[in-house]
């Protein structure tokens, strides 16, 4: 499949970064926290030929210019329409994973008319809570506070939060550690999505900071396009995460949205069912969901 790189000027000068995958119906790819556009190559590889897949770096992330001062679902749904426009991309298919989840689903509740399919991939049906620590790591544990002291505070509190996120210096120790709390071979996909780990820009704070304080579970439930949501069951894994990801899904109620679910983590993008699932909902009609 042909691969390109591309660059979008938006109209507030901003860069934002991509890399095209193939030719035909576009779809865009939306990536997790702390990685790149990248994490998407394995799903783009898997598609058969007939899609040009997008694959996006978050703003401030990657090669992506961040998005200054204050940000908000609507801002962040911009954010994903200027690449759209700048493409001329009319209507398209967007996949996103966790942290690129809401930016996904900030798109498509401004944008209905633009969407063709929306996949999350263990986004959108639960929220982080006051305290995520599987998210954030013991940072999690001091969230609600750094999170009123950003209100007051954006541009110092950005600039230290920034410092204390991990650096992609040395990635093999961090790995192997995904390896082992995913349970999963780092095959060259994993690898590679280590590989172009960034450095968490200032400007990035911003966007983690609107993930933390978003009610995801809210804005799903709002969605009025053909959604498909492939979420981790945890078991055998992590119990806890395992009941509250079962209860979150059970509570999901939207005629819009079609619930599928796959054995594992949270890094579904990487399990062979999810692979299955997303083709064959790509080649669906609307009624599908």
């Known amino acids: 499949m042909a691969v390109s790189i591309w660059r979008c000027i938006d109209m507030s000068l901003n860069k934002i970064h991509a890399e095209i995958i193939g030719q035909g119906k576009p779809v865009l790819f939306l990536p997790s926290a702390d990685f790149t556009g990248n994490q998407g190559q394995q799903l783009a590889d898997q598609l058969e030929e007939g899609y040009a897949v997008h694959l996006l770096d ?124 995913h349970q999963t071979d780092p095959n060259q996909y994993i690898k590679q999505m280590f590989d172009n780990m960034p450095t968490i820009s200032d400007a990035a704070i911003n966007l983690y900071m609107l993930y933390y304080r978003t009610n995801l579970p809210k804005l799903t439930h709002e969605l009025k396009v053909s959604t498909l949501l492939i979420w ?38 990487f399990r062979e069912d999810t692979h299955q699932y997303i083709a064959a909902y790509l080649k669906r009609n609307a009624s599908y969901a």
Request: some cysteine; hydrophobic content about 45%.
């Open 58 to 181: 978050l703003p401030g992330l990657g090669q992506s210019d961040g998005i200054e001062n204050s940000i908000s679902v609507k801002k962040l749904a911009e954010w994903v329409k200027s690449y759209a426009d700048a493409q001329r991309l009319e209507r398209l298919s967007i996949i996103g994973h966790s942290l690129g989840g809401l930016a996904a689903i900030s798109f498509a509740l401004h944008n209905p008319e633009k969407i063709d399919k929306l996949i999350l991939l263990d986004a959108g049906h639960k929220a982080l809570g006051t305290f995520p620590v599987s998210e954030f790591g013991v940072l999690g544990l001091v969230l609600p506070f750094i999170s009123l002291v950003h209100r007051f505070f954006p541009a110092p509190t950005n600039g230290r939060l920034a410092k204390l996120f991990r650096s992609p210096n040395d990635t093999r120790e961090l790995l192997h550690r995904f390896c082992e709390t």
């Open 232 to 269: 981790a069951d945890f078991a055998g894994i992590d119990e806890k995460e395992a009941i509250r990801s079962q209860k979150a899904a059970e509570a999901m109620h939207n005629e819009h949205v079609l619930l599928k679910k796959v054995s594992g983590t949270h890094f579904v993008q």
